[in-house]
């Protein structure tokens, strides 16, 4: 800067070396300011890094298809995305969801109703179709809940831990002057291993191929 713009600056006066001295204080002071911003810029760490997850936009019932609108693409920290989180509203868009999803929770592929009853079988189990011998129990039964499979008429379990994949739809109405519909018990598609598939299958002899599920609670 130009002298000539700092007259007050110069000469032998009190108030000019007041005047200098406040100056240096000042420029003493910004550049002890600086010197700290400069390390705070070095110590703190980087914002860590986001990735994109799509959670609802409202609220959405269970059972519902969703719609474009009813999620939406936000950034998370990468330790903080849930597992399974989806990414692709395209890839969501028309799909069923198993269980409720409140305002802002993340969308993951298990809370959504499978397209197949095989879709996402873990490796090491099978699917099975098994009639049951209670058509009462099929209106208990949900996909994703776990039950013990026993032989129709009762007796040891045959299988553990099972999940349910699918339930038979009910039968269809009977139009009219058609007659009575045939009997027919109504089944689920159960999620086994292979061992538990065949004592099921070769563990109920004579009992027409019906079995009992119990519901088993999966606490959480």
């Known amino acids: 800067m130009p002298l000539a713009l700092l007259p007050g600056l110069l000469g032998p006066g009190r108030a000019a070396r007041w005047r200098r001295s406040v100056l240096r204080r000042v420029l003493a002071a910004a550049c002890l300011a600086g010197a700290v911003l400069a390390v705070l810029h070095v110590v703190r760490p980087p914002p860590p890094p986001t990735v994109p997850v799509l959670v609802a936009a409202r609220e959405v019932a269970a059972g519902s298809v969703l719609r474009a609108n009813d999620v939406t693409s936000i950034r998370v920290p990468v330790a903080a995305r849930q597992p399974g989180a989806l990414t692709d509203v395209g890839a969501v868009t028309g799909r069923r969801v198993a269980a409720a999803l409140a305002a802002g929770e993340a969308v993951t592929a298990t809370r959504l109703v499978p397209r197949g009853v ?13 009639a049951l011998a209670d058509p009462g129990s099929a209106g208990l039964l949900t996909p994703g809940g776990v039950v013990a499979v026993h032989p129709g008429p009762g007796g040891p379990v045959l299988a553990r831990d099972a999940v349910v994949l699918s339930v038979d739809p009910p039968p269809d109405e009977v139009g009219l002057g058609a007659g009575p519909a045939p009997p027919t018990a109504p089944g689920a598609v159960l999620s086994l291993t292979p061992g538990a598939a065949d004592r099921v299958l070769t563990g109920h002899g004579g009992t027409d191929g ?4 119990t519901l088993l609670a999966t606490g959480g």
């Open 118 to 130: 095989t879709e996402g079988l873990p490796s090491g189990r099978v699917a099975l179709h098994v």
């Open 210 to 213: 019906l079995v009992t599920v």
